[in-house]
């Protein structure tokens, strides 16, 4: 297992960017694909963003391609999720999820080690 600690949620206006971290902590997390969710209220869980355990792959929603990046830094187990140009329905609460890699980055994959999420609100 692998332990991660969402940071970097806050208010901010539309147009605006926030940088999301994810810390791991336990097991080797460079051996994990993380993923990146998001859930606003009254709405089902949505896949966001997902990065290799190398960080040489990864794949976003269509609704966050060309806004978000994922990116990693395993000498300090930390992955991030860098958004800009944000919209009112970017706010949700984020969660990064992992998965011990067995050679597949997927969306689809079941994500088994959860982070507790941060809030993002986005105002128009």
């Known amino acids: 297992q692998v332990q991660l600690v969402e940071s970097g949620g806050g208010l901010v206006q539309a147009g605006g960017s926030l940088r999301l971290s994810c810390a791991a902590s336990?097991?080797?997390?460079?051996?994990?694909?993380v993923g990146w969710f998001r859930q606003a209220p009254v709405k089902a869980r949505e896949f966001v963003a997902a990065?290799?355990?190398?960080?040489?792959?990864?794949l976003y929603a269509e609704s966050v391609k060309g806004r978000f990046t994922s990116s990693r830094d395993n000498a300090n187990n930390m992955v991030y999720l860098q958004m800009s140009s944000l919209r009112p329905e970017d706010t949700a609460v984020y969660y990064c999820?992992?998965?011990?890699?067995?050679?597949?980055?997927?969306?689809?994959?079941?994500?088994?080690?959860w982070g507790q999420g941060t809030q993002v609100t986005v105002s128009s």
């Open positions: 999820a992992a998965y011990l890699d067995r050679g597949v980055l997927s969306r689809d994959h079941v994500f088994d080690n």
């Open positions: 336990g097991r080797t997390s460079s051996n994990y694909n």
């Open positions: 990065i290799s355990r190398t960080g040489g792959q990864a």
